[in-house]
């Protein structure tokens, strides 16, 4: 079919035509407002604002007009009043006498409102029962002969010590008086410095893994030379080694329900040991390439382990049958996490993102897409609903249930291996350059920085940490490092507040969404 040629001048007028089609539609014009539709939203917009004051009983004030004088306010405007000669009734409703939003007209009786006297203000300010914030705001607040003076200038040429001003009860704010501020980063909470205590050695490689047992008693750690080591956590002893996978072992966990630790590695394997015998009882095949790492569920025998093929996978502790494969991702799965709430499954992956999964439907519930580089690393914190994923772009903290992003912990810029947390609000990041960073988990404040020195006779690039855990009494911080040693820190007991001030000043932080 042949396409029909127009010269330059008939399709510059065509589009001329089209463009004058697209915008003389009056697509801009507000819709006209529904009067039942209005009242309703007044109404609940008036409930929701002002329902903890609603119950309170209504201040009238009388007031007759004398003559038709103008009077003068305290910055030289002219005020005529209405209706005079007449007597007036009027509710006392606060102290800005405008319609109650944008666009809505002026009625016959917001036209008769006046600005309450000063005693009626103030009577209807004593009446309204104190809030915590309302004691606070009071400490820099003008006062209500301030607010009265100034209650019929424009909102915006408001002073802002003024604008702070509010009236309020219960804790509702009036939105109308409230000043915006930018927002500051709040003081941090204090933290001791840790200080390095203890080098555990006995590993032939890599220290990939670790974790602490619910008795608090000893902690197991696997390496890259293919065995699993069992040490005394008050001594720092080896107990016992178990071998039987085939190479890197990536994962180790104990289980609280029951005396099984189960270990992953890069021979595909994910295997049970009874340690009542010290012998592999189970193994659960599945998984197409190395598996990366694993967690039990805390209150049903369920064991989720994370692949680089790309999938995490959910297995029955007992029967060894794999109940899903989480698929999704599109690159290896490092990390995986699991909490008795929803979502009960929280996944890290090289491709990026994080997702949240639905443990009975096997499906995604979210997935998270603003990190710019792998997320190797993600901790639950043990008493917030909240989590933190970590990257060599950022460390990000979530809430949960929906991932709602609440801030960025930036500094620690190498690639983060592992995060843990404690329920004092310590968080610590370990990279692959063997720096440590600790972070007061509330304001993202990094209040210390630790690179531990490497082993005698190993190379400076033998440096990076691999994991970390607290142990269950949160004293002690064990991390798993290249330099085949197990480090162990504690608090410093002789720091305080005066000896390791914090170096924090209250500036604006500006907070990135990505």
């Known amino acids: 079919m042949e396409v029909q040629k127009h010269s330059v001048h008939t399709l510059v007028f065509r589009s001329l035509k089209r463009t004058h089609d697209m915008f003389v539609a009056d697509n801009a014009k507000p819709v006209q407002l529904d009067e039942e539709s209005h009242k309703l939203k007044m109404a609940v917009k008036l409930h929701t604002e002002y329902g903890p004051v609603l119950h309170m009983p209504i201040l009238k004030e009388n007031l007759r007009e004398k003559g038709a004088q103008s ?29 109650p939003g944008p666009g809505v007209a002026l009625t016959a009786d917001t036209k008769i409102q006046r600005m309450p006297s000063e005693s009626a203000a103030q009577s209807l300010a004593v009446a309204l029962p104190p809030s915590q914030s309302r004691i606070d705001a009071n400490r820099t607040s003008a006062g209500v002969g301030d607010i009265y003076r100034h209650a019929g200038l424009p909102e915006r040429s408001q002073p802002p010590g003024l604008a702070m001003a509010m009236m309020e009860a219960g804790g509702t704010k009036n939105a109308a008086v409230m000043a915006k501020k930018a927002p500051t980063m709040p003081k941090p909470q204090w933290h ?74 890069e021979d595909k394997q994910v295997k049970c040991w009874d340690l009542e015998y010290n012998k592999v009882i189970r193994h659960y095949h599945g998984h197409l390439s190395a598996v990366y790492g694993l967690d039990l569920h805390p209150t049903i025998d369920v064991l989720v382990t994370c692949s680089r093929d790309s999938t995490a996978r959910i297995w029955d502790v007992r029967t060894k049958a794999s109940v899903h494969t989480l698929a999704g991702h599109t690159n290896a799965v490092a990390t995986v996490k699991c909490q008795a709430a929803e979502p009960q499954i929280i996944t890290g992956s090289h491709d990026t993102t994080i997702r949240l999964w639905d443990l009975v439907a096997g499906k995604t519930r979210v997935t998270l897409t603003n990190h710019k580089k792998s997320v190797r690393a993600v901790v639950l914190h043990p008493r917030h609903y909240t989590f933190a994923s970590g990257s060599p772009d950022n460390i990000k903290q979530w809430k949960f249930p929906d991932g709602n992003f609440i801030q960025n912990l930036s500094g620690h810029n190498a690639i983060i291996n592992t995060l843990a947390v404690n329920s004092d609000g310590v968080l610590v990041s370990g990279a692959d ?46 991390t798993a490092e290249a330099d085949k040693t197990i480090k162990v820190y504690r608090e410093d007991d002789s720091a305080t507040e005066e000896t390791h001030p914090v170096s924090w000043k209250p500036e604006i932080i500006k907070r990135k969404r990505f």
């Open 71 to 99: 009077t003068v306010d305290a910055f030289g405007h002219k005020q005529y009043p209405a209706n005079q000669g007449q007597e007036l009734e009027y509710l006392v409703t606060g102290t800005h006498p405008y319609p």
């Open 192 to 265: 001791p410095p840790w200080k390095l205590y203890r080098v555990i050695s006995g590993h032939l490689g890599w220290v990939r893994c670790i974790a602490v047992e619910p008795g608090n008693q000893w902690f197991v750690t696997g390496s890259a030379d293919r065995t699993i080591k069992i040490w005394d956590l008050a001594s720092g002893k080896l107990k016992l080694s178990l071998t039987g996978h085939i190479s890197t072992v990536r994962g180790v966990i104990v289980s609280a329900r029951s005396p099984y630790l189960f270990s992953c590695g």
């Open 433 to 478: 350059n063997g720096t440590m960073h600790l972070w007061d988990w509330r304001t993202g404040y990094n209040f210390q920085r630790v690179h531990a020195a490497v082993q005698p006779g190993s190379l400076d690039s033998e440096s990076g940490i691999f994991a970390c855990a607290f142990d269950q009494s949160e004293s002690r911080l064990l």
